[in-house]
């Protein structure tokens, strides 16, 4: 029984998008829980009764989207104070200021490098304070 150190919450409407990840943390985090939802509305659910360490937050999501999920988390005395990193296909210059103003602690941009989201998260799971990564895979 595998002991984890910290917990990530996912939260990817993207069945393609959530194996993946799934197969980064095994790989490169396997220290780290990763806890999945596939819409904003479960993913706050369980960002209120989890003790989460990082939530990792696409923006494209059907009902509440990223930046609606966001505003809740950051009104939330349970969850205000977990650091969020986006990740999204959203990449423009614009969707990066959004995510920093709107309290993202940093933005990933799909499709990204694995050892680079591998390092992001490590990063912030150190406390590092901001990760904003435009990573286009050429
Ligand atoms: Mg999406």
Do not use: C, W
Not at 41 to 47: D, N, S, V
Not at 54 to 79: C, F, H, Q, W
Not at 107 to 126: G, H, M, N
């Amino acid at each position: 029984m595998e002991a984890y150190r910290r917990t990530v919450l996912y939260i990817e409407d993207d069945a393609v998008n959530m194996t993946l990840m799934r197969h980064i943390f095994r790989k490169y985090l396997p220290a780290v829980l990763l806890l999945e939802a596939e819409t904003a509305e479960l993913g706050l659910r369980i960002a209120m009764r989890e003790p989460l360490d990082l939530i990792l937050l696409d923006i494209g999501l059907p009902g509440l989207d990223g930046y609606a999920a966001m505003n809740v988390l950051r009104s939330k005395e349970e969850t205000r104070h977990i650091p969020v990193l986006g990740v999204s296909a959203f990449a423009q210059n614009a969707d990066m200021e959004r995510a920093r103003v709107s309290g993202f602690a940093g933005y990933i941009t799909k499709p990204f490098q694995v050892r680079l989201l591998a390092e992001a998260v490590e990063s912030l799971l150190a406390g590092r304070a901001h990760v904003f990564i435009e990573d286009k895979i050429r």
